[in-house]
């Protein structure tokens, strides 16, 4: 009756709706309306063209976080790390675009790569200790969270800026900035970045599925022992996956330099696209496809919340209890799995 291949897209999006569900639920217990709470929600993220603009912003680094955690998690690696790696790589994008004056052809890729290799570097210190050393990634990717937020606030306020809190607005030529895309969707601040997000998607599914090196990664993820009695080198695997997550991150850190707002301020604490792009990785099922339509998801609740408290009084935190249910169905797929398997056997 189901496939596993059918089971596996059953689990996500049973999970969504019981996480709409029991939040829902949690809404009336508190005595709010759902129905009018998601109807909020909805027309908050899609109700006309700058909402829907917004909504695409917001799914823009949601993506490229999420394709950096699935890549890690395919290769056998929890790299935690993301919200640190978004922090060099926006930092890393915004230096290059105030700092030089280049024709647009060079000046904005030249900042696109720097974000990129900028996360890519943050990704190689994790990379190498645990390949080289066996420290554990997580604990260093963790602590690497806080180096950067830290690093980064000081080098805006004491390297790039005479001790402002903010930099000064990137140059025109290395902006993200769409006048046709704003212009479609009533001035909202919907930039070229998502389509770098879509193609950096379709970039992870032939890595992954159609290169030799895919193929090595995925076994490394999938057994290192037998990986390495098959001839491949498991610690050059390690490295290369934590360096090509990384650049993934800092492609989203990247894309809110570049794209969303123009320059980098003093952070008082982690942005959260990093920690989110966790929930939709996991969401996603670690797949490219998954990833661009929970990225989507989460895009669309993120946005449609702002929505929430002014039409229908539901606070926005009940939102971030919704995300956190579907998280929790989905880590429970396990209980999920055995209801569907027990309902297909019942079915025969």
Request: with cysteine.
């Amino acid at each position: 009756m189901f496939s596993n291949r059918t089971v596996n897209i059953l689990i996500p999006i049973i999970s969504v709706l019981l996480g709409l569900i029991f939040g829902a639920v949690i809404m009336l217990a508190f005595g709010y309306n759902p129905i009018k709470g998601y109807g909020a929600l909805w027309s908050g993220a899609f109700g006309d063209l700058y909402f829907f603009g917004e909504t695409l912003r917001q799914v823009t680094p949601y993506i490229l976080s999420g394709l950096a955690v699935a890549f890690a998690l395919r290769s056998g690696l929890l790299n935690i790390g993301v919200e640190g790696q978004v922090f060099v790589g926006w930092l890393a994008s915004v230096w290059v675009g105030v700092t030089f004056d280049f024709p647009m052809i060079i000046h904005l890729p030249l900042a696109v790569l720097a974000g990129a290799c900028a996360g890519a570097f943050w990704g190689f210190i994790p990379g190498i200790l645990k390949a080289k050393l066996g420290v554990h990634e997580v604990i260093v990717t963790i602590m690497m969270n806080y180096i950067a937020l830290y690093s980064s606030n000081s080098l805006v306020r004491n390297v790039i800026t005479d001790g402002e809190d903010q930099t000064e607005h990137i140059k025109a030529s290395a902006s993200l900035a769409s006048d046709w895309l704003a212009g479609m969707t009533y001035f909202s601040r919907l930039h070229y970045g998502i389509l770098i997000a879509l193609f950096m998607a379709a970039v992870m599914w032939f890595v992954l599925n159609k290169t030799t090196t895919g193929f090595e990664l995925r076994s490394v993820g999938f057994n290192q022992n037998a990986s390495k009695y098959a001839g491949m080198s498991v610690s050059r695997n390690i490295v290369l996956a934590m360096v090509i997550s990384g650049a993934f991150a800092g492609l989203a850190g990247t894309m809110e330099g570049l794209g969303t707002f123009g320059y980098m301020s003093v952070k008082s604490g982690f942005t959260n696209i990093g920690f989110d792009g966790i929930a939709v990785a996991l969401l996603g099922a670690n797949s490219a496809v998954g990833v661009v339509l929970a990225a989507l998801l989460f895009g669309t609740l993120k946005i449609g919340a702002l929505n929430m408290p002014t039409e229908a009084g539901v606070p926005t935190e009940l939102v971030e209890i919704v995300i956190a249910l579907i998280i929790f169905f989905v880590a429970s797929s396990y209980v999920i799995r055995w209801a569907i398997l027990r309902f297909k056997k019942e079915g025969k």
